[in-house]
């Protein structure tokens, strides 16, 4: 099996991120719970894509891509943090967005805006077409240019998780469980098999905020992160643990996400954001509450950022 270190990445954050204990939430609770601040990783307002973004940038630069070319909804927060690392690393972004979500020019619009992106949006829901548009507007232009996923949700992406997990061992604290929101699935798939890797004893729960096949999606990018890796890394379909968030949909606040970004922000003077963290951090609170969590466990919530979101749409 390769070692992380082998595989290309470039710097674009700061690593480690701190590990704090929530004090407030933990009384509240009858439970030891953490986050993990990947809120904090350094470039844009942070959040869980650098992390992927660093190995998948290396690639593009690898191919000399001048282009890069990545999508989401309206509001993502993976095609901001892409066109921030883009412009860091002196190639273009372009943004081919889902006309769907909070198209106004706030939240990531804004900040795309702010670093003179070129932002387009089409109107459909799969993202097969814009891939092809990629294509499209990649030839077009005569430049070499390099697509990431929606999400950066592929194999090579999820490696940024794995390193996620890596510090937190190295952070020599024991997690009884690890809790991260799930959106395009990376995430989860990266600290799924970090666990497997690096903390055996820690148990993982995605909690889902979009309503999709994820016990399709997960095996695919934990399947390519292995071969990437070469690894011979078994990670059985009952250890991938999901909890279900969304409410009434992907990017649709819900009861429980507005109050969970009230109790975080109430308690311990931190953002929770409408779209993933809020929904999440919401699942987090049932679970304890359904007695999940023992008075002595200890409980990591991987805090993976959004703070744009929460300019862009109405938690009221
Ligand atoms: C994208 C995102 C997630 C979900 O991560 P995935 O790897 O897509 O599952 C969670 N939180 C925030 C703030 C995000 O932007």
């Given at each position: 099996m390769k070692s992380l270190n082998e595989i290309n990445r470039v710097t674009l954050g700061t690593f480690p991120t701190p590990i704090q204990k929530l004090e407030n939430i933990s009384r509240l609770l009858g439970t030891n719970v953490w986050v993990?601040?990947?809120?904090?990783?350094?470039?844009?307002?942070?959040?869980?894509k650098v992390r992927k973004l660093e190995f998948l940038m290396a690639e593009a630069r690898e191919q000399g891509a001048e282009i890069v070319f990545t999508t989401g909804q309206a509001q993502s927060n993976h095609a901001m943090l892409t066109a921030a690392c883009a412009r860091k690393m002196g190639m273009e972004p372009i943004l081919i967005l889902k006309k769907r979500g909070v198209m106004g020019r706030k939240g990531n619009l804004l900040l795309e805006a702010l670093m003179n992106t070129d932002v387009r949006f089409m109107d459909t829901d799969s993202y097969d077409d814009i891939y092809a548009e990629m294509d499209r507007v990649g030839k077009e232009s005569g430049k070499k240019y390099y697509k990431i996923p929606c999400g950066g949700s592929n194999g090579l992406g999820a490696l940024g998780y794995i390193d996620c997990v890596k510090e937190i061992a190295d952070s020599g604290l024991h997690f009884d469980y690890i809790v991260c929101p799930e959106g395009s699935g990376g995430t989860h798939v990266g600290i799924a098999l970090g666990a497997k890797m690096f903390l055996p004893d820690t148990t993982v729960i995605g909690a889902m905020v979009?309503?999709?096949?994820f016990e399709e999606i997960t095996p695919e990018i934990m399947r390519e992160a292995c071969r990437i890796l070469e690894a011979d890394v078994t990670v059985k379909d009952e250890d991938v643990l999901h909890v279900k968030a969304w409410g009434e949909g992907?990017?649709?606040?819900s009861e429980e996400g507005n109050n969970a970004i009230k109790v975080m922000a109430e308690n311990e003077g931190l953002f929770l954001d409408p779209v993933y963290t809020g929904k999440a951090f919401g699942a987090l609170l049932r679970l304890a509450k359904e007695g999940?969590?023992?008075?002595t466990d200890n409980v990591l919530f991987?805090?993976?950022?959004?703070?744009g979101g929460l300019f862009a749409i109405d938690t009221q």
């Amino acid at each position: 099996m390769k070692s992380l270190n082998e595989i290309n990445r470039v710097t674009l954050g700061t690593f480690p991120t701190p590990i704090q204990k929530l004090e407030n939430i933990s009384r509240l609770l009858g439970t030891n719970v953490w986050v993990k601040r990947d809120d904090l990783t350094g470039i844009g307002l942070g959040g869980n894509k650098v992390r992927k973004l660093e190995f998948l940038m290396a690639e593009a630069r690898e191919q000399g891509a001048e282009i890069v070319f990545t999508t989401g909804q309206a509001q993502s927060n993976h095609a901001m943090l892409t066109a921030a690392c883009a412009r860091k690393m002196g190639m273009e972004p372009i943004l081919i967005l889902k006309k769907r979500g909070v198209m106004g020019r706030k939240g990531n619009l804004l900040l795309e805006a702010l670093m003179n992106t070129d932002v387009r949006f089409m109107d459909t829901d799969s993202y097969d077409d814009i891939y092809a548009e990629m294509d499209r507007v990649g030839k077009e232009s005569g430049k070499k240019y390099y697509k990431i996923p929606c999400g950066g949700s592929n194999g090579l992406g999820a490696l940024g998780y794995i390193d996620c997990v890596k510090e937190i061992a190295d952070s020599g604290l024991h997690f009884d469980y690890i809790v991260c929101p799930e959106g395009s699935g990376g995430t989860h798939v990266g600290i799924a098999l970090g666990a497997k890797m690096f903390l055996p004893d820690t148990t993982v729960i995605g909690a889902m905020v979009d309503d999709c096949s994820f016990e399709e999606i997960t095996p695919e990018i934990m399947r390519e992160a292995c071969r990437i890796l070469e690894a011979d890394v078994t990670v059985k379909d009952e250890d991938v643990l999901h909890v279900k968030a969304w409410g009434e949909g992907y990017a649709i606040p819900s009861e429980e996400g507005n109050n969970a970004i009230k109790v975080m922000a109430e308690n311990e003077g931190l953002f929770l954001d409408p779209v993933y963290t809020g929904k999440a951090f919401g699942a987090l609170l049932r679970l304890a509450k359904e007695g999940k969590f023992k008075p002595t466990d200890n409980v990591l919530f991987v805090y993976t950022g959004g703070a744009g979101g929460l300019f862009a749409i109405d938690t009221q």
